[in-house]
């Protein structure tokens, strides 16, 4: 029981990390839920990596999730140290651009090679995190916000494309604007349902 208080103290001051210094109460509430993402998403890259490295070894994958694990972590303790729009800021790219560098990174040697495979688990990854911004920013702080949004939303759009441009079948058909709409309508509805009713609330 000792052991279960102690954890929940040392879990409520990493939370708390620069928190009650920010100002007003929607402020402390927004740099709480950035150490809380930040946190939790680190904790599952852990396992995600250390997965991935007990499996295929040490690749390139391993160290992009090595990198993001340290730059999540750095996000709360930037917060201690008050600088709450740059780690905010930084939990809005971090994920979706790991996601980029993990998928393109090492394939840049195999460009106009590789097969063209749009995985769901990839699409799962960028869509919630593209919604990061709306947790952590609040509706008053437009720009910034709207920043965020603009970031996750043209990484979402261009990604598929990028995969189709530098793959293998590229060569054998160009990438139309049917193809485009084809392969984000169902995402474009799902992202805008989330961000919608997270929005709302």
Request: glycine fraction near 4%; charged fraction near 10%.
């Amino acid at each position: 029981m000792e052991t279960f208080y102690r954890l929940n103290s040392w879990l409520e001051k990493i939370i708390s990390s620069g928190a009650h210094e920010a100002g007003p109460r929607s402020k402390i509430r927004s740099i709480q839920l950035t150490n809380a993402i930040a946190l939790i998403t680190a904790l599952l890259f852990i396992m995600l990596v250390a997965y991935l490295i007990f499996r295929n070894g040490w690749s390139v994958v391993g160290l992009v999730g090595l990198l993001t694990i340290t730059v999540l972590l750095s996000v709360i303790v930037l917060n201690r140290f008050r600088m709450y729009n740059f780690s905010r800021g930084l939990m809005c790219i971090t994920i979706p651009l790991a996601v980029l560098a993990a998928i393109f990174l090492p394939r840049i040697s195999m460009i106009g090679q590789y097969a063209y495979f749009r995985s769901p688990e990839v699409y799962c990854i960028l869509i919630t995190s593209s919604v990061i911004p709306l947790l952590i920013f609040s509706l008053r702080e437009k720009k910034a916000l709207l920043s965020g949004l603009l970031i996750n939303v043209l990484i979402l759009l261009l990604f598929d494309i990028c995969l189709y441009r530098f793959s293998s079948s590229n060569g054998q058909a160009p990438y139309t604007v049917l193809r485009f709409v084809s392969a984000h309508l169902v995402i474009v509805i799902m992202y805008l349902f989330l961000a919608g009713s997270i929005a709302f609330l």
